[in-house]
């Protein structure tokens, strides 16, 4: 099992360009999020997904756009890069929320990252 | 007030020190707390999970909760350069269907060999 594949690893980008970040999960997880992280900031949440179809804003979701057609890609859309997009997005997944902790731990399962630069 | 807050060191100490890390947090519906490490340029990995209060052992690392004090930590005994990376806190309330972790700045560990 490759677990959580992000692509492109790193990318530049210019000042109004639009992208996509790709994320792609093969351990059947219904939950699937993106997130960001900032030097000294930690991870903020920016999009989330329950299942194909249903997704959610997180903490920090504008300038964002997602969908989630199928259980196992949530691609994260940037439309009109901006400076402050600069960072480190993290896709991660995790099994559907158990109000039982011994059956589910809630464990996120992270991808090894992309480094976006908005120039 | 910052929901979760999180010492961002650096942190820098012998091999086979002990080494204590924290978090203090804000909101008491959280119920799920979690440890993650991040090696550089790496996506995080779950290192310790605990939910409620309590502490939880595994091998050189104990994870303890005290919902009291709104107030985790990690210990990891017998420290090794192996264990030098970013140690992320996390909790979540019990929501309604999700998980929305908060995370904790980081804390960045390195130990000497």
């Known amino acids: 099992n490759a677990g959580v594949t992000q692509t492109p690893k790193f990318r530049i980008l210019k000042i109004g360009q639009s992208m996509t970040l790709q994320c792609a999960q093969d351990?059947?997880?219904?939950?699937m999020y993106w997130y960001r992280q900032d030097p000294g900031m930690g991870l903020k949440l920016i999009y989330y997904s329950v299942g194909a179809g249903i997704t959610d804003k997180g903490e920090v979701p504008n300038g964002y756009n997602v969908s989630r057609s199928t259980t196992e890609d949530f691609p994260l859309r940037l439309e009109l890069a901006a400076p402050s997009q600069t960072s480190v997005y993290f896709c991660?997944?995790?099994?559907?929320?158990?109000?039982?902790?011994?059956?589910?731990?809630?464990?996120?399962?992270f991808g090894e990252g992309s480094r976006l630069t908005v120039l | 007030q910052k929901e979760v807050e999180q010492d961002p060191g650096p942190l820098s100490v012998p091999e086979g020190a002990i080494v204590s890390l924290n978090c203090t947090y804000s909101?008491?519906?959280?119920?799920?707390f979690m440890w993650y490490r991040q090696y550089s340029r790496k996506g995080p990995e779950l290192l310790m999970y605990t939910y409620s209060s309590g502490n939880k052992e595994d091998g050189r690392f104990t994870a303890q909760v005290d919902k009291s004090s709104k107030y985790i930590s990690l210990f990891i005994r017998d420290s090794q350069p192996s264990d030098s990376a970013t140690y992320l806190c996390a909790m979540s309330p019990v929501t309604s269907g999700t998980y929305k972790y908060i995370f904790g700045t980081g804390t960045r560990l390195k130990v000497l060999a």
């Open positions: 351990m059947n997880h219904n939950y």
């Open positions: 991660a997944s995790s099994l559907q929320f158990r109000r039982q902790p011994r059956s589910n731990t809630g464990e996120l399962f």
């Open positions: 909101n008491s519906a959280f119920q799920y």
